[in-house]
């Protein structure tokens, strides 16, 4: 892009309300996913135009569908880690780029981008439309897909050509910023040039970006036929109809019985209600059906795995299961399991889900010691998780899942038969899971190298380098530079790819919906629910040992990590990058587009927390009454040298939420009355603790031992004494 580069930065949506426009766990995957596709189409671009080595951000090696679109191109691409643990299907582009071009060519770029990436949605768009056009046909069905799709990416933009010499760059940013870094022209070898301001060119580029993405586009919404119902996914759009609706009822039945129960080898029911509930507008649809495109268009492979939320409330229990079919030698535990498996066959019932999509199950199924073992556990741990409830046998419940009720009714007995086995062996499953989002703090301010701990040149040169460096220039701070962009590229990078899900997926049996860039959205177990927020957060940091546990004394800014037979050695943003969490925990049937809103509002209060200095977590417990207790907290707390994790104060308490309704309600009440009496009490002090115990105890009708009261209040009083230091 020499002799005249310029800066392009580059963004586009919406995003987090077309994503959390979801009912099951695939809608959100499908609408990270397709974003992330159509972020890959943009960053075609600039490959086919300028080389891949002029995109700044996002980092493009080893991301799975950057490697799959030059392999489309016949370019050779080495093995990636990505590829190598199953991550081809993970969402991990983020939906900002930033790249350095041609002044001359980077308008016309810009809009190849954006046009390139309407094609791709258009295209998708289409194949979805052909697989419906028995229905979805005639002027009327047609104008409404049309101009959905074609209404619906925002794109927004700004270009900042570099002035021509080093001179006009520094005149540049003086009349933008009042004070500008002395050169130090006598302690280099080299005389400045136009890169030496990197730093000041790109924050105003950055400056006028968002100046632009504030001034909205605004779209006149147009009633596109009849006054039917918007949306019922995300409730903006019309619904799709044809030239003959031209009633509600009609509408019901248009989408009822006229729908196909097959496209190709897929049947509709596991992707659309069939019961007219559901009408869906062109937009929704396509992110609905958007698998069978990716597949057909030979993006993904295979079977791609999505969890429901009962899959994931009840996977510490299949844990304890598979555990005790590993640990009995008599093998009755397998043999019970095998009983199940083969009697949720007769009622054609089969797995909903892939155990490769499950890296923590996976591992654990393959130390069974009989390979004969194996396919049994495995089909058990597929098979979707309303089946680890009795109710889910109750013959209207059957019958609600369309099967045969009049049939059967030996498996039936033989599968409750046993379920009340492990509940009275083992333990119940929880009805409740955890979604848990994450953000990095202030990330504008450390890619633009204006963040109040950005570092000086002597904290990120090697020790055994530093002998003979001017000390001016060692205690002076360390310059944005396209160097520094591109470490900050390469540790996001990594910790969206594989971080994330040495976290998430290998260290707790929950599931990555979304990882791209600082952002993170994942569905957890509730008992793992903090903990593995609290992972993530000082993944980002840097701050694991090598076992991957959390180890606040590792300030290194790189870390270890075991990543199958090997080690690797990740970049980091380092210990003073700090992240904030939302974290809900509902039950299993609550409204999933409901519970990721909450989340991301909960993620927002965090960033309030601390003063103003985030590096927090919001956790909100939503009850089914739809009463929420909410609570807001630092991750560490105390002085520096001595800080103390607050999860580990609080994860004790957590396992005993959703067993029952007391229990949840003990909890409840611990954690609203201790956080409101935290920043007025000063000792813990031991009458108001047994107070509070006493109160929380008594909507506690299950819990009447008094040992176990006593037991309970020590837990209770020993996290009270760190929650009480906590500022939010």
């Known amino acids: 892009c020499l002799p005249n580069p310029a800066f392009l930065k580059f963004s586009f949506g919406p995003v987090q309300g077309f994503v959390t426009a979801a009912r099951r766990a695939e809608d959100y995957w499908a609408g990270s996913y397709m974003l992330s596709f159509l972020a890959a189409q943009a960053l075609s671009v600039i490959i086919d135009e300028c080389g891949p080595e002029h995109v700044v951000f996002p980092r493009l090696k080893g991301q799975p569908l950057i490697d799959m679109l030059l392999k489309q191109k016949g370019i050779h691409v080495p093995a990636s880690g990505a590829e190598e643990s199953q991550l081809a299907a993970q969402p991990s582009l983020p939906n900002v780029i930033v790249a350095l071009l041609p002044a001359g060519d980077a308008d016309t770029i810009a809009k190849a981008m954006r046009e390139r990436m309407q094609s791709a949605l258009r295209e998708m768009a289409n194949h979805i439309q052909q697989e419906f056009e028995n229905i979805f046909s005639g002027k009327t069905a047609t104008r409404i897909w049309e101009k959905q799709i074609d209404e619906f990416l925002e794109v927004y933009y700004a270009i900042l050509p570099w002035p021509a010499t080093p001179e006009e760059c520094r005149k540049v940013a003086q009349e933008v910023f009042a004070e500008l870094p002395a050169e130090n022209r006598n302690l280099g070898r080299y005389p400045s040039n136009q890169g030496t301001y990197w730093e000041e060119l790109y924050r105003i580029v950055d400056t006028g970006f968002n100046a632009r993405k504030n001034l909205r586009d605004f779209k006149q919404p147009e009633p596109l036929g009849g006054s039917f119902p918007r949306c019922s996914l995300c409730g903006e759009r019309d619904v799709l109809h044809n030239d003959d609706t031209h009633s509600t009822a009609e509408l019901t039945s248009l989408w009822k019985e006229d729908i196909p129960r097959e496209i190709g080898d897929t049947t509709i029911k596991a992707r659309l209600d069939l019961k007219g509930r559901e009408k869906l507008c062109a937009v929704c649809l396509t992110k609905r059906m958007a698998l069978l495109c990716f597949r057909e268009k030979n993006i993904l ?115 409750k038969g046993f379920l009340e086995s492990v509940y009275q062996t083992i333990d119940r499953p929880s009805k409740y899971f955890a979604v848990i989002t994450l953000d990095g703090d202030h990330m504008g301010r450390w890619l633009s190298g204006t963040h109040d701990e950005w570092p000086n040149w002597n904290d990120v040169i090697h020790p055994h380098a530093r002998d003979g460096l001017n000390e001016n220039l060692l205690n002076d701070r360390l310059r944005l530079s396209s160097a520094v962009h591109g470490y900050i590229s390469g540790a996001l990078g990594e910790f969206s790819l594989r971080t994330v899900e040495a976290a998430i997926e290998r260290r707790y049996p929950g599931k990555v919906l979304y990882a791209g860039g600082d952002d993170v959205v994942a569905f957890v177990p509730l008992e793992n629910a903090l903990e593995a927020a609290e992972l993530v957060r000082f993944g980002f940091s840097g701050q694991w040992s090598e076992d991957g546990s959390v180890n606040l004394d590792n300030t290194k800014g790189y870390m270890l990590l075991k990543y199958g037979d090997r080690k690797i050695v990740l970049p980091t943003m380092g210990s003073k990058a700090t992240m904030s969490s939302g974290v809900v925990i509902a039950h299993k049937d609550q409204p999933l587009t409901q519970i990721l809103r909450l989340a991301y509002a909960a993620q927002e209060r965090a960033k309030k927390a601390n003063n103003g200095s985030r590096d927090a977590f919001c956790l909100r417990i939503v009850r089914r009454s739809g009463n929420i207790t909410e609570v807001v907290a630092p991750w560490t707390t105390g002085p520096d040298g001595n800080r103390q994790r607050v999860v580990e104060a609080v994860k004790s308490i957590l396992g005993s939420i959703a067993k029952d309704d007391s229990s949840e309600g003990l909890s409840m009440s611990f954690f609203g009355k201790a956080f409101q009496l935290r920043s007025t009490v000063g000792d813990a002090d031991a009458a108001l603790m047994q107070s509070l115990v006493d109160m929380a105890l008594k909507r506690s009708i299950s819990i009447k031992d008094g040992e176990r009261r006593r037991n309970l209040f020590n837990q209770l009083e020993s996290a009270f004494k760190i929650l009480r230091n906590t500022t939010a």
Request: aromatic letters at 10%; glycine letters at 6%.
């Open 301 to 415: 492979f295979g079977k791609v795995g999505f969890p429901s939320t009962a899959s994931i409330a009840v996977m510490p229990l299949k844990a304890e299961i598979v555990k005790k079919c590993i640990q009995d030698q008599s093998g009755g535990m397998i043999a019970k399991v095998r009983e199940y498996v083969f009697a949720m066959r007769a009622m054609n019932i089969g797995p909903s889900t892939t155990l490769k999509a499950y890296p923590y199950m996976l591992d654990l199924v393959k130390q069974v010691r009989n390979e004969n073992d194996f396919p049994v556990l495995k089909e058990f741990c597929e098979l979707d998780g309303q089946w680890m409830y009795k109710e889910s046998f109750e013959p209207a419940a059957l019958k609600e899942e369309g099967l045969d009720t009049t049939q059967g009714s030996q498996h039936v007995t033989q599968a």
